[in-house]
């Protein structure tokens, strides 16, 4: 029998039975597992808080086949209040569908671990961007599920200085004025953006929820970003984050 130790971060929790739920969590040793929380809907289940939607927990997990099942936990921090902010929530549960459904199970990924624990930390805070943290989640993700989009020189031929740099996100980043003649769907992008995106990714999210932008480069970069996602995360259901676009024309 084996039994191990570690943090993880709830995804996804699915009633089953009466009072147990299966959970998705996605842990800092094992990647994304799914996991028995057996009784965890009784009210004084110890499981309980460490069951529910965000939770960040310690978790002991005891293999079953195919399955783990939790034997105990221990809350980190909950994250449940984010369930009382509709705008949180909406960011929340759209981040943690975009790891759900892009990480494979068992594949660990420490650098987005930390990522999705700091950014649901930051929807708890009330003076934050959560559009602009939201875009910079989304970048920081790309890269570190292998996906970075290249900003620092044209991807075609390699040259750094251009004026007029636009993006192409079928070929996986910025391409020079010279090369971008060879392409089609090339997008306009401010130099503001660029340096903005190289910013994000060379710096973690607490620091990058600290810079100012625009709402006109946020607008820019979430167009850019929006197509680079429905390009490479291919099989993600973005209709399920309707509600989110709904949210973000206010
Ligand atoms: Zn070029």
Redesign the pocket.
């Known amino acids: 029998m084996i039994i191990l130790n570690t943090q993880g971060i709830v995804l996804k929790a699915v009633r089953y039975k009466d009072n147990d739920l299966i959970l998705t969590i996605f842990t800092r040793k094992l990647g994304k597992i799914a996991a028995l929380a057996k009784g965890a809907k009784k009210n004084k289940s110890s499981l309980l808080s460490s069951s529910q939607l965000f939770s960040y927990s310690n978790y002991t997990l005891k293999r079953q086949g195919n399955m783990y099942r939790v034997n105990q936990s221990d809350i980190i921090k909950s994250f449940y209040d984010l369930s009382y902010d509709l705008e949180a929530f909406s960011y929340a549960t759209y981040i943690t569908k975009l790891v759900e459904s892009s990480t494979l199970e068992n594949q660990t990924n420490n650098r987005l671990f930390v990522l999705l624990a700091q950014t649901l930390y930051l929807y708890t805070l009330d003076n934050i961007d959560k559009q602009f943290v939201t875009r910079a989640f989304e970048l920081k993700f790309l890269d570190y599920i292998g996906f970075k989009p290249i900003v620092n020189r044209?991807v075609?031929?390699?040259?750094k200085n251009?004026n007029n740099f636009v993006f192409n996100a079928y070929e996986g980043g910025t391409?020079?004025e010279?090369?971008s003649n060879m392409f089609n769907e090339n997008k306009k992008i401010d130099i503001t953006t660029i340096k903005l995106m190289e910013y994000i990714l060379s710096n973690d999210i607490l620091r990058c929820s600290k810079a100012k932008v625009s709402k006109y480069i946020t607008y820019e970069l979430q167009s850019i970003l929006k197509q680079y996602l429905m390009i490479y995360l291919d099989g993600v259901n973005f209709k399920s984050l309707n509600l989110l676009s709904e949210l973000e024309k206010e």
């Open positions: 044209c075609n031929c390699g040259e251009s391409l020079c010279s090369c």
